[in-house]
């Protein structure tokens, strides 16, 4: 009987990929070119913060520049420090602790990456080879650890405290959410709930300190602060439900890596916890095997039978809800240009997840 639900697990993989193939795809979505748009308010400071990122390599001993340099080259998103500076405008005028502000958060997030390519085995990321796959593990363990140690100096030279402690305890919370992954991959009893504290802490935790520390230096009044970390936190938590979401629906051309790399690596997402969640002791039972296995084929058949279930529709409703629930927040926030830029950032990621909505 295993080897007849093999059987129907590949031919069912090969149906859907000859279904993508002769199927005519409706134009996809430019997410860069949106978000060119959407920072257009803020692409001279961006600029600044760009170039001060660049800098900070310099801070280093020689010997240690250069590694630094690469990790902070790769020319992301920086979706982190925008979030930063769009706080800032939203609650007042943008001033030097948010360019600060926006530095820091950006030095952590490139920590977090060095590391997320040794625990993931990563060669590339964004077309160029990981740190680990240019110098090894070790080396690049201690990178991260730089970086990491360089974002939390810098953040003492703010004259308030609390934004220095409170820098420290979102990196804390990114630390201990990808812990937390890491010690639960392949752990079939992992549950929804607990999904949702992991990528809280570690993507949620750093969006929402961009924009509440945006707001704190600005002296914003407590609800709107509270209100922009609220923003920060639904914001960073869709948006890694849709980064969820395209490893097991997207176009492997478009997103540059291969898609159902994170079920290979054991990681449960949501889509793939809805599908276990619904499915009957029988039919959990096959899947649990086919996770565990390993099989390629199986794997990408899984990640097809996601899609076919509802179970991807379903994180992709659950990505709506928290984005309208983002977008709710910013009421409180005066109506201001860069208000209506953060409202933008929740539109287009709306758009970017609806693609998967049918």
Same mark, same amino acid.
């Given at each position: 009987?295993?080897?007849?639900?093999?059987i129907?697990?590949?031919?069912?993989?090969?149906?859907?990929?000859?279904?993508?193939?002769?199927?005519?795809?409706?134009?996809?979505?430019?997410?860069?070119?949106a978000?060119?748009?959407?920072?257009?308010?803020?692409?001279?400071?961006?600029?600044?913060?760009?170039?001060?990122?660049?800098?900070?390599?310099?801070?280093f001993d020689?010997?240690?520049?250069?590694?630094?340099?690469?990790?902070?080259?790769?020319?992301?998103?920086?979706?982190?420090?925008?979030?930063?500076l769009?706080?800032?405008?939203?609650?007042?005028?943008?001033?030097?602790?948010?360019?600060?502000?926006?530095?820091?958060?950006?030095?952590?997030?490139a920590?977090?990456?060095?590391?997320?390519?040794?625990?993931?085995?990563a060669?590339?990321?964004?077309?160029?080879?990981?740190?680990?796959a240019?110098?090894?593990?070790?080396?690049?363990?201690?990178?991260?650890?730089?970086?990491?140690?360089?974002?939390?100096?810098?953040?003492?030279?703010?004259?308030?405290?609390?934004?220095?402690?409170?820098i420290?305890?979102?990196?804390?919370?990114?630390?201990?959410?990808?812990?937390?992954?890491?010690?639960?991959?392949?752990?079939?009893?992992?549950?929804v709930?607990?999904?949702?504290?992991?990528?809280? !802490?570690?993507?949620?935790?750093?969006?929402?300190?961009?924009?509440?520390?945006?707001?704190?230096?600005?002296?914003?009044?407590?609800?709107v602060i509270?209100?922009?970390?609220?923003?920060g !936190?639904?914001?960073?938590?869709?948006?890694?439900?849709?980064?969820d979401?395209?490893?097991?629906?997207?176009?492997?051309?478009?997103?540059?890596?291969?898609?159902?790399?994170?079920?290979?690596?054991?990681?449960?997402?949501?889509?793939?916890?809805?599908?276990?969640?619904?499915?009957?002791?029988?039919?959990?039972?096959?899947?649990?095997?086919?996770?565990?296995?390993?099989?390629?084929?199986?794997?990408?058949?899984?990640a097809?039978?996601?899609?076919?279930?509802?179970?991807?529709?379903?994180?992709v409703?659950?990505?709506?809800?928290?984005?309208?629930?983002?977008?709710?927040?910013?009421?409180?926030?005066?109506?201001?240009?860069?208000?209506?830029?953060?409202?933008?950032?929740v539109?287009?990621?709306?758009t970017?997840?609806?693609?998967?909505?049918?």
């Amino acid at each position: 009987m295993q080897g007849c639900r093999g059987i129907d697990i590949k031919l069912s993989h090969l149906i859907t990929t000859l279904v993508k193939t002769f199927t005519k795809q409706e134009p996809t979505f430019d997410k860069t070119q949106a978000l060119k748009s959407t920072f257009e308010l803020i692409n001279s400071q961006l600029y600044s913060v760009e170039e001060r990122i660049r800098q900070q390599a310099r801070a280093f001993d020689p010997a240690v520049e250069g590694y630094v340099a690469y990790a902070i080259e790769s020319h992301g998103k920086r979706l982190r420090p925008a979030l930063a500076l769009l706080a800032g405008g939203a609650t007042g005028k943008i001033c030097p602790s948010h360019f600060d502000l926006a530095v820091i958060v950006e030095l952590i997030h490139a920590a977090t990456l060095v590391h997320d390519d040794i625990l993931d085995g990563a060669d590339k990321r964004r077309g160029q080879p990981t740190a680990n796959a240019k110098w090894g593990n070790a080396i690049s363990v201690l990178l991260g650890d730089c970086l990491f140690a360089h974002a939390l100096k810098l953040s003492t030279s703010f004259p308030n405290g609390e934004i220095s402690r409170r820098i420290a305890h979102a990196a804390s919370d990114v630390c201990s959410g990808e812990i937390i992954q890491t010690q639960r991959r392949f752990d079939l009893k992992l549950s929804v709930p607990d999904y949702y504290k992991i990528i809280e !802490m570690k993507t949620g935790a750093l969006f929402a300190a961009a924009c509440e520390l945006g707001a704190f230096i600005n002296e914003a009044s407590p609800d709107v602060i509270s209100a922009l970390r609220t923003f920060g !936190m639904r914001l960073g938590t869709a948006y890694q439900i849709y980064d969820d979401v395209v490893d097991l629906a997207g176009d492997e051309a478009q997103v540059g890596k291969t898609l159902g790399s994170d079920l290979r690596k054991g990681k449960l997402t949501l889509p793939i916890l809805h599908l276990l969640q619904h499915a009957d002791d029988a039919e959990r039972q096959r899947l649990s095997e086919i996770i565990l296995s390993g099989d390629e084929a199986a794997i990408l058949a899984l990640a097809d039978l996601a899609l076919a279930t509802g179970a991807v529709k379903s994180a992709v409703a659950t990505c709506g809800k928290m984005l309208r629930e983002a977008r709710a927040q910013l009421e409180i926030v005066p109506a201001n240009k860069h208000r209506d830029a953060l409202a933008n950032l929740v539109t287009m990621l709306e758009t970017m997840i609806a693609q998967f909505a049918s």
